[in-house]
């Protein structure tokens, strides 16, 4: 029985594609260089090290809100903050609207 249920498993997990083991592969790689990095960092100033991080996550924040490609679970937080800036789509949508006729 339990050499059945080992081999199903087995079975199962050769009909994942390799693309899925690369990107956990990765993943995990990311991880730990973003650990190491971190440790390396720790006696560095704190200050300096708030505002960078403060930076980054900024950049990346401001870019998930353009292009609307958030995670899924933040979605709602983003869609309270959109409004207050711009977006990919209304930026599109006035670049479609026909001009102001002249005067």
């Known amino acids: ?15 994942i594609p390799p693309q ?15 650990v190491l990095i971190l ?4 006696g560095a100033n704190k200050v300096l090290m708030a505002v960078i991080a403060f930076v980054v996550i900024m950049i990346v924040g401001v ?12 979605t709602p937080v983003v869609d309270k903050i959109a409004p207050f800036l711009p977006s990919k789509g ?7 609207a026909s001009p102001m006729p002249k005067r």
């Not at 029985?1 to 009909?15: E, G, N, P, R």
């Not at 899925?20 to 973003?34: A, P, R």
């Not at 440790?39 to 720790?42: C, I, N, S, T, Y």
């Open 39 to 42: 440790q390396k960092l720790a």
């Open 1 to 15: 029985m339990i050499f059945f249920a080992a081999a199903s498993t087995v079975d199962k997990l050769k009909q």
């Open 90 to 96: 209304s930026y599109g949508a006035k670049q479609q």
């Open 63 to 74: 870019n998930w809100i353009y292009e609307r490609n958030e995670p899924a679970f933040l």
């Open 20 to 34: 899925f083991w690369w990107k956990v592969g990765l993943v995990v790689l990311g991880l730990v260089v973003i």
